[in-house]
């Protein structure tokens, strides 16, 4: 029997479909959205509420061995946030770094119903599945790690392209994994022996390659794929005054090997990586430089990572900058290692209002939100944990919905961050429809995932109601209000079921895992198997044979054919 329900009356911003606060009713068959539905169906009333596409969530820590170290690392951070137990759903811990379970539910209770883990080791990736496995509701998928991978750098020093291309497809297919990610290309490697890349021409040690080489060759080999979405770099030098100059620099690194129909490169966490400065004492934000060169070109699409002040843990598979966060905070760190060739460091961190580094950091994420314009091309985010909880996203809504909000947090930052920043000057408040497409919309598209962001006939009903009547509220002057309906969704729909209602969770189905399922030439993937396994033994602790997860071992797996060009 087919399941129907009817959303009616809801002000709807779907800004895919150029719908942007329009009554309409939604019609819902079988998990997707339809044109109509028989009388029988169930019908939720959204009269003066507003209504979008379930949230999409492009970066966020949710899953895997490093994430785990961090709940081993911090008890105290289970003890402080407690989820109860109730009817439908089990009890769970953590504020910073929640048990799987009691992460499903949060998103789903912000009305976010997609999240992709941007991190993954290759070796550790059936960890990160069985995590995201046990993780309810929401979809995901997961970006494995291939920035220092020595295969990756000896092709791409070699010149050997469709190789590269071929042996990226074998790792995705491996490890069921969904992008390329970057994590300080070269650096992390260079790091290993002792060593910091300080430019992009600077080559890593032992390997004859610079990130330039590293960044531009993975970006044709995205191409060469046709993967969904674009290479996801986190830069060098994250974390050190000047760096927004690599920023810029990495972003023009690929500006020719753009083309009309989507960026070529995402940049992720700009906020760590849009310090402007000579040191800690002359920081300043280089958000305004790095939005101008965003608005100048299109070939690049950004996330804030933004900082939410108070406690959070900081994780991040770039190794050596956690090392030095952990002697510049004294906070306790741990370091894990695989295969010497990837990792992650994990530190506590308390982000401070007094604090002058931490309100310049605040304020960047927020400058770079305001100050881009085109909201197709910058996606919200905290890269939780390290900017703050995801759990705080209705915080960020609101400073960029309301100058009143924002006015009201300068108002407590330290004196000199608030005299150098550019963030008290600028008015642009965000609309609910902007909201919905840096929120929804736009991860979705740059994710490449045809069937969420919107809520177009044939798209996911996944959906999210919110207590804010666009018609009768003065919005930007009641931010308070505004937080209140984003923490909790009237209703959160997930493939046309009811998981979240006020609050409280009424279901918990299990999303699907989505990965690449990327096809190179027989030829081309044989003698990459016969190259491959012959050094493998010789490189690693750990044989080939581990790397590859069957569909079977993941609960709900959805493979996207990708046709490669080589
Ligand atoms: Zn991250």
């Given at each position: ?11 709807v ?32 009333n ?9 949230g ?50 949060r ?34 998928g ?7 991978n ?24 491996a ?16 790091w ?21 080489e ?53 940049i992720?966490h ?26 100048k070109?299109?070939?690049?699409s950004?996330?804030?990572?933004q ?8 994780m991040t ?6 090392y ?20 992650s460091?994990?530190?506590p ?24 314009d ?23 809504i ?16 330290n004196?000199?961050?608030?005299k ?25 598209k ?12 044939g ?16 919005l ?7 937080r ?9 729909i ?6 979240s ?5 009424t ?11 990327s ?16 050094r ?31």
């Amino acid at each position: 029997m087919s399941k129907e329900l009817v959303v009616v009356n809801g002000t709807v911003f779907d800004p895919m479909n150029d719908i942007a606060g329009e009554k309409l009713d939604l019609f819902i068959r079988d998990g997707k959205i339809v044109s109509s539905v028989s009388k029988k169906a169930r019908t939720i009333n959204a009269s003066g509420q507003t209504v979008m596409p379930g949230g999409v969530d492009l970066h966020s820590h949710i899953a895997g061995s490093k994430v785990n170290s961090g709940r081993l690392l911090r008890p105290e951070d289970h003890r402080k946030d407690i989820e109860f137990r109730t009817r439908k759903t089990h009890s769970g811990v953590g504020y910073s770094i929640p048990s799987t379970r009691t992460t499903g539910y949060r998103y789903a209770r912000m009305g976010y119903t997609t999240v992709f883990e941007p991190a993954t080791p290759p070796l550790k990736t059936r960890h990160t599945h069985e995590e995201l496995d046990s993780t309810p509701i929401i979809d995901k998928g997961c970006f494995p790690l291939l920035g220092n991978n020595w295969f990756v750098m000896e092709y791409l020093r070699d010149g050997k392209m469709e190789e590269c291309a071929a042996y990226v497809a074998w790792m995705l297919k491996a490890t069921k994994g969904y992008a390329i990610k970057i994590v300080d290309p070269g650096g992390v490697e260079a790091w290993g022996w002792g060593k910091f890349l300080r430019y992009l021409d600077d080559p890593v040690v032992h390997f004859g390659i610079t990130p330039r080489e590293i960044v531009r060759g993975l970006c044709k080999v995205n191409r060469m794929l046709n993967l969904p979405h674009p290479i996801h770099v986190h830069t060098n030098n994250l974390g050190n005054p000047g760096n927004y100059l690599t920023t810029i620099e990495t972003m023009d690194a690929v500006r020719d090997l753009a083309n009309e129909k989507r960026p070529a490169i995402h940049i992720t966490h700009v906020q760590f990586t849009g310090f402007a400065g000579s040191s800690w004492l002359n920081l300043r934000s280089g958000a305004p430089e790095i939005a101008d060169y965003v608005n100048k070109h299109r070939h690049v699409s950004v996330d804030l990572g933004q900082v939410i002040f108070g406690d959070t843990t900081t994780m991040t598979a770039d190794g050596p900058f956690q090392y030095f966060l952990h002697k510049l905070s004294g906070n306790k760190w741990v370091n894990m290692d695989v295969e010497a060739e990837t990792g992650s460091g994990i530190v506590p961190f308390e982000y401070k209002r007094g604090n002058y580094v931490n309100a310049i950091q605040w304020g960047i994420g927020l400058e770079l939100a305001l100050l881009v314009d085109d909201p197709w091309r910058v996606f919200m985010t905290t890269d939780h944990p390290n900017g703050g909880p995801f759990a705080s996203y209705p915080k960020v809504i609101a400073w960029l919905m309301s100058r009143k909000a924002r006015e009201k947090t300068i108002s407590k930052i330290n004196r000199m961050a608030k005299k150098r920043l550019t963030l008290p000057s600028i008015e642009r408040e965000y609309t609910l429809e902007e909201i919905s497409t840096i929120t929804r919309a736009a991860p979705a598209k740059s994710l490449g995932l045809a069937d969420k962001g919107h809520l177009g006939v044939g798209a996911d009903a996944d959906i999210a109601i919110y207590n804010i009547d666009p018609a009768r509220n003065d919005l930007e002057r009641e931010p308070i209000r505004l937080r209140r309906a984003f923490r909790e969704a009237s209703f959160t729909i997930k493939d046309g079921k009811i998981v979240s209602k006020e609050g409280q969770i009424t279901a918990t189905p299990y999303g699907q895992t989505f990965h690449i399922e990327s096809v190179v030439s027989s030829n081309l993937e044989s003698s990459l198997l016969k190259d491959i396994s012959s050094r493998f033994r010789d490189y690693y602790t750990i044989e080939i044979e581990n790397y590859p997860i069957a569909e079977s071992f993941i609960r709900n797996p959805s493979g996207i054919p990708c046709e490669a060009e080589v």
